[in-house]
């Protein structure tokens, strides 16, 4: 989290829309303190939440501009060790999802690319598209930002469907099917612990016996 900033700054091209760094201060001997100065965006967030409460309304090409520029951050080469999770970790999820082990579901991740990791509809902007908040990006599932975006879209179905029509080709995969299990998992996690994902939890638990049985076949 610490050097993420810095790193997409100097990492990652211009064909992922995203604001420039302009400053960056770090201060402080036993508590370290870091400052980062962005510039201003011309757009406005897609959400004020990360989940969605109401269909999304963005202007023409943006959700081609969206798939563009996740296309464009799959093949950014990545520092070593940068990752949004673990193996471990997704090995880990069938704690919160019992039924994955029921059903024999392979958790063992078989591609890994360059992601945002956090890419819910509070982290966009529309005119111009924008993505924000690249602290935590790194290695992924393949599938994990769209699984993102789907999941935290599912309270409003309109959106969420559009979500599955730009990136079917990803999602309708094994690795797809199992980075949205991935997020699931981690929705039912945090709702033990904060109102956002409390809030979505039951989407998500509604949503997984269709996943579930789509993975299975």
């Known amino acids: 989290m610490w050097e993420g900033a810095a790193l997409a700054a100097e990492l990652i091209g211009d ?18 303190f870091q400052a980062l100065l962005w510039e201003r965006l011309p757009g406005t967030v897609v959400s004020a939440t990360p989940d969605l409460t109401a269909p999304v ?26 990752q949004v999770f673990t193996q471990a970790f997704v090995h880990r999820i069938p704690n919160h999802i019992p039924e994955i082990a029921e059903t024999g ?3 063992t991740v078989r591609r890994w690319v360059t ?20 602290e935590g990006w790194g ?13 935290y879209a599912l309270p409003a179905p309109e959106t969420a469907v559009k979500v599955r029509s730009v990136f079917a080709d990803v999602l309708d995969t094994d690795d797809g099917r199992l980075a949205q299990l991935i997020i699931c998992a981690e929705i039912i996690q945090a ?14 638990r509604r949503f997984v016996p269709g996943l579930l049985a789509s993975t299975s076949q």
């Open 15 to 32: 064909g992922v829309p995203r604001p420039r760094l302009l400053a960056e201060h770090t201060w402080g001997e036993e508590l370290v």
């Open 57 to 82: 309304k963005v202007e023409p090409g943006w959700w081609g501009g969206l798939r563009q520029a996740l296309d464009a951050l799959q093949k950014v080469p990545r520092p070593e060790g940068r």
């Open 191 to 204: 709702s033990e612990r904060d109102e956002l994902h409390a809030r979505l939890a039951p989407y998500v």
């Open 115 to 134: 992601a945002h990791g956090d890419l819910h509809w509070a982290n966009l902007t529309d005119n111009p598209l924008s993505i924000i908040d690249w």
């Open 105 to 107: 579901v392979d958790t």
């Open 139 to 151: 290695a992924a599932p393949a599938g994990y930002d769209a699984a993102v975006l789907h999941a």
